[in-house]
């Protein structure tokens, strides 16, 4: 029998949301180039590989149907920009991983997490230190106008 919390942490991640290996390249391409066309963004892919340009449009309609990208007409084509920064589009990733993790495995992620920095530079172990320190007397703030 599945365990359901399992099951259920799976679900929460919804990597469907996430961009697959094609899509990234799509967006990365659009963010690099700025506003393109379906044959702007092939001709970028095809150096990397061989792809149609009719998959390159569906995908990119894809994006579109997602958010990702929205599509105005010039002319007789379409040309594609995205409607998120590529730092905004990150952050949120993060941001949603980051709240399942700490929301089901608070202890284990926070204890990783701690380890990670503890064992890169110092000073980003510092940094996580005066972040703390920051967020706590911001609380005892909020707290003392209550």
Request: hydrophobic letters at 40%.
């Amino acid at each position: 029998m599945p365990r359901k919390h399992a099951a259920s942490f799976l679900t929460k991640l919804n990597f469907g949301r996430a961009l697959g290996p094609l899509e990234a390249q799509i967006m990365e391409a659009i963010w690099d180039r700025g506003p393109s066309t379906v044959r702007d963004v092939l001709n970028v892919l095809l150096d990397d590989r061989q792809i149609a340009y009719t998959t390159v449009m569906t995908v990119m309609g894809n994006l579109v149907e997602k958010g990702l990208l929205e599509q105005t007409r010039s002319d007789r084509t379409y040309v594609y920009a995205t409607t998120v920064k590529r730092s905004e589009f990150v952050r949120s990733q993060i941001k949603s991983i980051m709240d399942i993790l700490l929301d089901s495995f608070t202890e284990p992620a926070l204890s990783y997490f701690i380890e990670r920095l503890s064992g890169g530079d110092s000073a980003q172990l510092a940094q996580l230190e005066h972040l703390i320190t920051q967020k706590r007397a911001q609380q005892d703030s909020e707290d003392k106008e209550k």
